[in-house]
């Protein structure tokens, strides 16, 4: 299996500008996470689906993002108007529902708004 | 609600020193512990992970860690440090009925020759 496959794997884009990050998960994990890392704050969860479905998205910052999961192969996080201030590296990690079993991750999509 | 509290943002090691990076979770029983490593500019990959079996658990590249529910730590520690050893290192606990792996904010490991 390839893995998580996110991208792109960078993006700069202009304050206010929509910004959207694809992943792919690895092939029969129903549990998908999407997570932001800063220096500041470290990695936080922003949502969890499982069955394609959300059950967690109280780390969703504000109304600004948004994510969707319409089929179990594809996901993604929607950024609307973007700000300086969402500047991070996402990830997005998958996995078999279960507390034993862990999650793999992507590469990241390193995200810059100017 | 789970937590995980790593002890040290940063730690200096020699090359061939020991290394010890330390975890506190909190959770309830039973926890599912994990240890990942992330290398520049790339996602986190796991080391070990502890499901309620053995409680020294082996991973790659020479690491361990053992769980240890008196002291609820999970320490990971490895013999000899090597210079590709360099990295940040994160400790995660799946627990409380959540399917969620909460993270430490890491630990960056520097290895000196």
């Known amino acids: 299996d390839a893995g998580v496959i996110q991208s792109p794997r960078h993006e700069v884009t202009e304050m206010g500008q929509e910004v959207t990050l694809r992943c792919k998960p690895i092939?029969?994990?129903?549990?998908l996470f999407w997570y932001r890392q800063t220096m500041m704050r470290g990695l936080e969860l922003l949502i969890y689906f499982n069955n394609n479905v959300p059950i967690d998205d109280s780390g969703m910052p504000e109304d600004r993002f948004s994510a969707k999961m319409p089929n179990a192969s594809f996901s993604t996080l929607k950024i609307q108007p973007s700000e300086p201030r969402d500047s991070a590296v996402y990830f997005c990690a998958s996995s078999r529902t279960g507390g034993e079993t862990e999650a793999f991750f992507g590469q990241g999509t390193r995200l810059t708004v100017v | 609600a789970q937590s995980v509290t790593q002890l040290g943002s940063h730690v200096s090691v020699s090359e061939g020193a020991l290394v010890l990076l330390r975890c506190n979770y909190s959770s309830s029983v039973p926890p599912y512990l994990f240890w990942y490593v992330q290398y520049p500019n790339q996602g986190l990959q796991l080391l070990l992970k502890y499901t309620s079996a053995a409680t020294l658990v082996k991973g790659i590249n020479g690491f361990e860690a053992e769980f240890k529910k008196s002291e609820t730590s999970f320490h990971l520690t490895k013999p000899s440090a090597h210079m590709s050893d360099a990295a940040e290192y994160f400790c995660a606990v799946i627990g409380g009925g959540s399917y969620i792996p909460t993270f430490g904010r890491g630990t960056s490991l520097i290895v000196h020759p």
């Open positions: 092939s029969g994990h129903n549990s």
